[in-house]
């Protein structure tokens, strides 16, 4: 094996080495917000039956740019009134919007696809201002989630019921496929318009009407993107976008008959709440909870396509996805060439603003990210691991975090045992492919898992054995709209994209047809 030339690793992703700061960024930022702010799809307000609408009390919460902790714009603060009010709206909505041809509804939904696309850069843009990503990765995002739009747009059509042979002569039997009705969408930050598109997308193909709450702390990009359907001639109440107070507007969608179904992305802890809370009023629920992947690195690996996709899968959105690699799991016999390639890649990742060309990782969310991070990097160290690279606040200040490997980390650990969230790799060891199974399953997420091997027979035993909703081979980046995403044990329920994402947001209806002997 080859130990994979720095330059060869940088690229993956990033075509620039340089470190250094520019001092261009700011101004490149400002005057990407100056723009912004003057765009026609720039929204500060909830979307509320096709109007858009203030707090009834006026209060306002904040937007802050991650990389400087500037305010970007004020939206208003909602609560249970403001999302009463969407829910009715919705509810209003789709009396009618369930009952156009599932032709006219793509047709409606390949109109937004075309106008996201027509609008990527500064959607894009966007992204990197409110959340902090790469600019790059930001348009990246856009494309990502414009395809669930298209995808869907091509799916409402293919919506198909069945006829089942009856067992009685005089009768016929078949079943239906009906839209679930009003949906509450609670979507996360670390990717504030994919996450939107992946479920609004299936749940308006299949006639449904929506009430997204995306994360108070990046509404702007829910907002352009729902100004683009309303554009598209998406009819006013078909989605509906409040903000604001998580709590209240949660516990309305929840209390209220006629949400029929939620969906949500985020945590383990808020996704119990939400299934509990559905109990009540026996809602369908669909949740992609949080993760903690393991990275599997076997002896007879390609060094070099498992730093590569290791890079990747680690450090994308500055390790806060769900399906980062959270632990990097080495065979004993490569793990000494393999953290030394993979620290060698590793330091020439650019930290810094999304705007600055060549930068791969930018600051985390807020300042509570980075002292999770601190605190699982001090329980490792505590516990005898070692930090091989990084390990601390980057220069830059503000929320930025130096790319960090951890190694002779153990299961016990924090790092180990829960999501970190940030950009930080820790290793461990293993000797038998038995071992190592059983350490990435030791876990109780089940999301996402990763595994480097050149042997086609233990490719199918470890992949079938690894319990986890989604498994890379041989890659590091894994999602994509045609592929069903959703994970086992506490990593949530229900499958997003795909055909598969569809039946999310669909009922069955069995019709048996009597008296057919009649004349």
Known sequence: MRVLP????????????SRTHRPSASRQMSTAASSLKKSPIFRTLGLIGGKWIDAYDSKTIQVNNPST??????????GTLETNDAISSASDAFNSWSKLTAAERSKYLRKWYDLIMAHKEELGQLITLEQGKPLKEALGEVNYGASFIEFFAEEAKRIYGDIIPATLGDRRLFVLKQPVGVVGAITPWNFPLAMITRKV??????????????????PLTAL?????????????????????????????????????????????????????????????VSLELGGNAPCIVFDDADLDVAVKGTLAAKFRNSGQTCVCANRIIVQEGIYEKFAEAFSKAVQYLQVGDGFTEGVVQGPLI??????????????????GAKVLLGGKRHSLGMTFYEPTIVTDVKSEMLLASEEVFGPVAPMLRFK?????????????????????????????????ALEYGLVGVNEGIISTEVAPFGGVKQSGLGREGSKYGIDEYLEVKYVCLGDMNRS
């Open 6 to 17: 720095v330059l060869a690793v940088s690229k993956i992703l990033t075509s620039h080495l």
């Open 432 to 464: 038998t492919e038995e071992e190592a199974i059983h350490m990435a399953n030791n876990t109780k997420a089940g999301l996402a898992a990763y595994i480097f091997t050149n042997n086609v027979q233990r490719t199918w035993r470890v992949s079938e």
């Open 201 to 218: 997308g299936p749940a308006l193909a299949c006639g449904c009407t929506v009430v997204v709450k995306p994360s108070e702390l990046t």
């Open 69 to 78: 902790g500037e305010i970007i714009a004020e939206v208003p603060f909602m």
């Open 366 to 383: 807020n300042e509570a990210a980075v002292q999770k991070v601190e605190t699982f990097i001090q329980d490792a160290m505590s516990k």
């Open 224 to 284: 352009a993107t729902a100004e683009l359907a309303l554009q598209a001639g998406i009819p006013p109440g078909v989605i509906n976008v409040v903000m604001g107070n998580a709590t209240k507007i949660g516990d309305a969608l929840l209390a209220s008959t006629q949400v029929r179904k939620i969906t949500f992305t985020g945590s383990t802890a808020v996704g119990k709440k939400l299934m509990a809370g559905a109990a009540e009023t026996v809602k369908r």
